[in-house]
C-alpha cells in the first residue's frame, strides 16, 4: 500500500499570480505614460517659451519722395500799384469829388485847393515879365541906334558896346522872369488834384475848407489810390527751400473768408538775399484780380509745389531710435535679423521723417521698435504670423499646464 500522497497546486493562487503580473504592467504603463506626458508638455512648454521671447515686430516699406512737395506759407496781399496823393501847393480845399471807393480813371479830378497866396505871386510874375519885356524892347532899340552911330563915327565903341551889353542883360532878365511865370503857373495846376492812374480812392483824408500845407511825403496825403485789378503777394520763403525757387513758378492762394475757392498766382521775383534776422528770401508773386475777389492787405496762404528730393526716402517718425551716439532705425534684413542703421533726417513733417542718408529703398523699417532692440537680434513679422497661430500655441500651453496637474 502506497504512503505517497498528491497534493494539486490549488488554482486560486496561480489566478493570484496572474492577476498581480497584469496590475504590475498595467501600473508600468501608466508611469511611463505620465513620465512620457511630463517630458512632452515641458518641451512644449520649452519650446513655446522660446518663441515667446523671439519679439514680434510691425514693419513699414519706406515711401519715395513725391516729384513735388507742398510749400505752405503765410503771405500778404498788396495793390500792383498804390499812390498816396500829396499837395504840392498851400491853401485851403476848396472842394473833393471822389470818396472812398470810388473807382477812378486816370487824370480824373479828385480836388480843388484855393490858393490866393500862390494866386498873387503868379500875379506878380507876370507884371514882372512885362516890365523886363518892355525893358528888353527899349535896350534893342537903344542898341540899334548906337550900333547905326558908331558906323559914321558919331559915338565910340566903348559907348556901343555898353548898349549892346545892356540888351543882353535886359534879354536874359525876360528869360528869368519867363522860367519864374511858368514855375508859378505849374505849381497852379496843382491846384487841381488829379487821379495818377485808373484805380480805387482807398483814402480821403481832408475836407472842405481844411488847411493845406504843401510836402512831399512828410506830411498827411490828402488822397490814397490803389490798382487793385492785380495784386502783389509778398513771402518769405525759409532758407532750406531758397534754392528751390526760380521765376516762373506757379503758386495757389487760399483766402479765409472764401473756403475752397483757389486762386492761381505767378512768381515774378525775389530779392536774390537771405535776411540775417529771420533768415528768410523775400519772394513776390503776381495774382490776377479782374473780378475783384481779393482785397490789398488781406493775409493768404500761399501754396508752392516743391520739387520733390529723388534719393530721400520716408519713414514714419514712430520708427525713429534715439540712441546717445545719433538718430537710427532698425531694418530686418533677408534672415529675419534686426539692423542698427545710422540715418540723417531731412526734413521733419511731424508723422513722418524724411531720410536722406543711411536707408534704401526696399528695405523693412521695424514701426515702434522696442527699446532694447539691439543689431543681430531674432525678430519675427507681425505681418507673417498665420491666423489662428496665436491660439494655438496658447492652447499648447494650457494642455502644458494641465498634464503638469
Known sequence: MSTEIDIASPQPLRHLKSTAAIALMVAAGIVSGGIFSRVHAHQELATWTDAQAIPTVATVQPQASPASEPLVLPGRLAAYINAPIYARVSGYLHAWYADIGTHVKAGQLLGVIDTPDLDQQLQQARADLQNSVANEKLAATTAKRWTEMLKQDSVSQQEADEKTSDLIAKQATVEANEANVRRLEALESFKRITAPFDGIVTARKTDVGALIDAGSGSGPDLFTVSDASQLRVYVSVPQSDAASIKPGMHATLTVPERPGVKFDAKLVDTDQSISPASGTMLVQLAVDNKEGLLFPGEYTEVHLAMPGNSHALFVPASALIFRAHGMQIAVVD?????????????TDLGTR???????????????????SLASGDLVRLASTNAPGTQSTQTAAVHDAERAHG
Open 334 to 346: 533677408a534672415h529675419q535679423h534686426v539692423q542698427l542703421r545710422d540715418v540723417t533726417i531731412g
Open 353 to 371: 521723417v524724411e531720410i536722406t542718408a543711411g536707408l534704401h529703398a526696399g528695405e523693412r523699417v521695424i514701426d515702434n521698435p522696442p527699446d
